[in-house]
């Protein structure tokens, strides 16, 4: 990533902010864009010579503007990190409508209108690579969240794959990470330690995925070592999508 120029949204915490460092660590120039400015100011003032840029990826004026000034800072676009998401609780029958809306607005829309706002760029560089953080959750069920998250990311992969085909012939890349239960402040609001403690008993490689194991998938199918890999999703889990559901040391207790 020597040289080039990315942008990992939702950076301020998490999953984009392990991005944003681990591009960065890569020799990238990096945009980070979050909707929370406190939080936002913080982790770009630890990189250096990042720019944190204030954006709410639901809204494409605002994206629009973000990718505008990341255009007059860093000279254009390489890689786009889609790592901005939030979380829903409600069940199907409760859920309101807003609700439904805020949640597809900012997992979905939001990924397409940041994809929207720097295949120009790309295209105009001879290429890039975009990577969206969608979720196990995606290929099954959400367990923290409710219908309005599994859905979201059921359509990111969806939209992975359409974008990935439809940019093929201009080189830019668009490849999903999956990932797992992964310990950040979004799962911290919603699980008590308790909860936090048992879901790692389920998880086969016994430990909950970090944000930087996230980080080093986005690296990949980023970087030219990913150059012939487009549409396509890696699960970044632990393992849990190939346990079954079954708590692990269930298993082992039942086996000879
Ligand atoms: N943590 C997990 O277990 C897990 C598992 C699978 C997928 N994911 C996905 O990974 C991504 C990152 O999640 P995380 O766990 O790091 O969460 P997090 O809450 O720690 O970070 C999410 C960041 O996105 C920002 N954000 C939210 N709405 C935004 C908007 N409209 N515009 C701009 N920024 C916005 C928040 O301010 C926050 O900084 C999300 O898309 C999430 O759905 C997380």
Redesign the pocket.
């Known amino acids: 990533m020597l040289g080039k120029v990315a942008i990992v949204?939702?950076?301020?915490?998490?999953?984009?902010?392990a991005c944003a460092q681990a591009f960065a660590r890569a020799g990238a120039r990096v945009a980070m864009?979050?909707?929370?400015a406190a939080?936002l100011a913080a982790a770009a003032r630890a990189i250096d010579g990042a720019l944190g840029v204030v954006?709410?990826?639901?809204d494409r004026e605002s994206v629009e503007a973000g990718v505008r000034k990341v255009c007059d800072a860093f000279g254009g676009v390489d890689a786009l990190v889609n790592?901005?998401?939030?979380?829903s609780t409600y069940t199907i029958e409760r859920m309101p409508q807003q609700e439904w809306d805020r949640v597809l607005g900012?997992?979905l829309t939001?990924v397409m209108l940041c994809t929207q706002a720097v295949v120009a760029s790309m295209s105009a560089r001879g290429g890039g690579s975009i990577v969206n953080?969608?979720?196990?959750?995606g290929k099954r069920i959400s367990y923290?969240g409710g219908a309005a998250?599994t859905a979201s990311?059921a359509g990111v992969l969806g939209f992975t794959r359409h974008a990935a085909f439809e940019f093929g012939i201009r080189r830019i890349r668009v490849n999903a990470i999956?990932?797992?239960?992964?310990?950040?402040?979004?799962?911290r609001?919603n699980a008590t330690e308790e909860e936090i403690a048992r879901t790692e008993t389920i998880i086969p490689l016994g430990r909950w995925?970090q944000?930087s194991d996230?980080a080093s998938a986005a690296l990949f199918l980023a970087g030219d070592a990913a150059a012939m890999c487009t549409g396509t999703s890696i699960d970044v889990d632990g393992g849990v999508l190939v346990s079954n559901g079954s708590s692990y040391n269930d298993y082992f207790a039942r086996r000879r």
């Open positions: 949204t939702g950076a301020a915490s998490g999953i984009g902010e864009f979050d909707r929370d939080a954006v709410d990826v639901a790592s901005a998401g939030v979380e900012v997992n939001g953080i969608a979720s196990i959750a923290h998250y990311k999956c990932p797992g239960p992964t310990l950040t402040p979004m799962i609001r995925v944000p996230i």
